[in-house]
């Protein structure tokens, strides 16, 4: 026969007549149904059982792939009559190079693949995409085929996928438990694929714990490493599969194995990092802790507050671990948790692990104060103020503090000198900082040096000077003081050219016996012996605060890098 196609090209001995217009042939149809009566009589009115479809696939393939023995029988004793043999047409391939056996296993027909096997269809054949009848009946979770075809030699350690997956691999991948189990006494258990991972590590990956127990029973290896040094228990951890974290550690893995090549990572990161409270909980409790302070190493803090998992910092900091942690400018770029979190924080609130790290009493640095002070926005100054006490003007002449004041930290001497240097570098936003300040008990003579007399504001300075005898200013501060005034840059309040009056001077003895941090902060003056319509007048509350009228500021990241670069300590304290 004959045929042109539409480019006009003669196409010569293809024999179409027995195809439908979805090119089945007529006994491959009714194998598909699984006719048995009607493949007899096709067969026996001479029709082929070896036409193709334009899948490649002819009637044995559609017979297999319907789980119809019947069919297979009488397909393969009319193929055994043919020209090809019955040991050829058996292992026949469709486009896809698979082969009948492969399509049976495939589909889980038991009974299909043992006949096939019988008429010596190859156990091994690949497909295309190297895939094989065992590979095939494992990734179907079809028991019962496995067990035959490994009876029958299947091999079971070959690498199937372009991911060179073996069987095993994909057995627990789809968490088809009696299958991993049959495999495990058989297979290689620490074949690995191009990442270099086992399948003890899929099985953490992806959470089959029972598949997990089966392979650590068999003998397989728990601290095995993939190609970028993950352990099955940093996977576990990151993925949050608590039960399989707990029968990794209770089998012998190691939690202090180095997991990156970058950097010292741990489970316990990897925990923190994506907010695995159960996991993270199990793993404090058996990680070293030089990972939190040592050098070289990386705090789980840092990674807990560049994912936001403010849960995860909040119980590292309950659990003991430091909120400075170790300066990683060298390894990650970041010099302390606290300055990381200021940095994370996109948008205003500051983020929860801000206040976290300060009421654990993470170390306040000059870059921080930044933060606080050099902006028109006070949150972070009040979020500080709430968990960090100012301590007493007496304090600050020694390189000493009390830890704990009130239950909250108090900032140290070296905090307080970085604090007022970065306010005096900052006074065009002291309208701000300023009341907020002296309110949480700052002593206010420690303000007044010549740059902040010399810079703030008219009102600025008159709230300052209302917290001060400004009769008794040093000759210095006097001397710029009227100069501003001259120059018409200081218009005073009226009474500072008087005596300051008795009550005032009465208030700040009493803010000089009881110092400023107690009768700002505590309730301590309602219990004086003075009328009540005093208390608010002898923690200064009469005083109006300074008006903010500065257009918006720059950019943080610009005031930061203008601090470092033109910044000058002031000889403060």
Partial sequence: ??????????LQGMDFTECYGDSVSSVAAAARSGCRKRVRRLIKRGFSVDCRDNRGWNALHEAAAAGSKECVQDILAAAGGSSRGCSAYVNSLTHE?????????????????????EAHSNINQLTNDLSCPLYAAVDGGYKEVVELLLSKGAEVNRTHTASCWTCLHQAVYKGHCEIVHLLANVCNLEALDDHKISSLFVAAQYGRQECLEILVNAGANVSTQAADLATPLLIASQEGHQACVDYLLDHGADPNIACSHEWPQLPIHAAAEFGHISVLRRLIAVTDRACDRGNGMVSPLYVAIHSHQSKSVEMLLREGFSPDAQDCTHILGIRSPLSFALCRTSSKPYSESVGLLVAAGASLSEEDWIYALATDETDLLQLILKHRWIPRPEALTRDC???????????????????????????HFAARWLPLLLKAGLEPSLLLQPHMLEQADSEVLNYLLEFVNWSNLSPPSKHILDRRRAEKTWEPCPHFDSVPCLSHMCRLQVRSVLGPDLLMRTDVVQQLPVPSLLHDFLKFGDIPEASYTHSPPSPLSNRLQGYRSTHEHRHVL
Avoid at 97 to 117: F, K, T
């Fill in 97 to 117: 190079g698979e082969s009948a056996c492969h399509l049976a296993a495939q589909r889980g027909h038991l009974a299909v693949v043992r006949l096939l096997l």
């Fill in 1 to 10: 026969m004959h045929m042109i196609n539409p480019t006009g090209v003669v």
């Fill in 401 to 427: 503090s009390v830890p704990h004041h009130h239950g909250k930290a108090v900032l140290k001497l070296q905090e307080v000198r970085e604090l007022l240097c970065v306010a005096l570098s900052q006074v």
